[in-house]
């Protein structure tokens, strides 16, 4: 006397709906943007305006967090520098400052053309590259890349030619390259 039976599927949505809005005052309290997280339904397509205020107030967070960490690394370094009986670092550490990567994500069209605006307003291509984020090894090599750039512009014969009208290339003993 036994019957084979099938049972409805059972409906999970109370349990989903829970976790969802738990994840979504976690992701408020702690400003998290919500197309971080996984669970989040609604969040496809958005555009990148969209995206970038979903984010403010996370870069608002981490830049407070630098603000914040700021001395207190320098009171590490410090630290650090006592132990390994650098004397001289040690009481230059609080004078020191931590360059901070910008916490905001920006596309590199956008990087470039904040670059290019910078540029044309006169900022020092060394500035620039510190805004971009460069390590002060990579401005030095980036900067000596760009010199020797220039050196072997300046003593190309092509634009020599192109010059003769008006002069030329004079290179003088100290070692301006200009356009008589």
Same mark, same amino acid.
């Given at each position: 006397? @036994?019957?084979?039976?099938?049972?409805?599927?059972?409906?999970?949505? %109370? =349990?989903? *709906?829970?976790?969802?809005?738990?994840?979504?005052?976690?992701? !408020?309290? @702690?400003?998290?943007?919500?197309?971080?997280?996984?669970?989040?339904?609604?969040?496809?397509? +958005?555009?990148?305006?969209?995206?970038?205020?979903?984010?403010?107030?996370?870069?608002?967070? %981490?830049?407070? !967090?630098? *603000?914040?960490?700021?001395?207190?690394?320098?009171?590490? =370094?410090?630290?650090? !520098?006592?132990?390994?009986?650098?004397?001289?670092?040690?009481?230059?550490?609080?004078?020191?400052?931590?360059?901070?990567? #910008?916490?905001?994500?920006?596309?590199?069209?956008? @990087?470039?053309?904040?670059?290019?605006? #910078?540029?044309?307003?006169?900022?020092? =291509?060394?500035?620039? +590259?510190?805004?971009?984020?460069?390590?002060?090894? *990579?401005?030095?090599?980036?900067?000596?890349?760009?010199?020797?750039?220039?050196?072997?512009?300046?003593?190309?014969?092509?634009? #020599?030619?192109?010059?003769?009208?008006?002069?030329?290339?004079?290179?003088?003993? @100290?070692?301006?390259?200009?356009? %008589?």
């Amino acid at each position: 006397n @036994t019957t084979v039976g099938q049972w409805e599927a059972a409906k999970l949505d %109370v =349990f989903t *709906e829970v976790i969802e809005k738990a994840v979504g005052h976690i992701a !408020a309290q @702690t400003r998290t943007p919500p197309h971080y997280l996984v669970a989040n339904k609604g969040l496809s397509n +958005l555009s990148g305006d969209a995206l970038k205020a979903a984010e403010t107030g996370l870069v608002q967070k %981490v830049r407070q !967090a630098m *603000e914040f960490f700021d001395p207190r690394l320098r009171d590490v =370094f410090q630290l650090i !520098a006592l132990q390994l009986g650098e004397d001289k670092a040690a009481s230059m550490a609080p004078l020191g400052s931590i360059e901070w990567r #910008d916490p905001e994500n920006r596309s590199d069209a956008q @990087t470039s053309d904040a670059a290019m605006k #910078d540029r044309s307003m006169g900022y020092p =291509f060394e500035y620039i +590259l510190k805004k971009r984020g460069h390590s002060p090894q *990579e401005r030095e090599e980036i900067m000596e890349m760009l010199r020797r750039e220039q050196r072997e512009l300046l003593h190309d014969p092509g634009l #020599d030619a192109a010059l003769r009208p008006f002069g030329g290339v004079n290179v003088d003993a @100290t070692g301006d390259d200009s356009a %008589v």
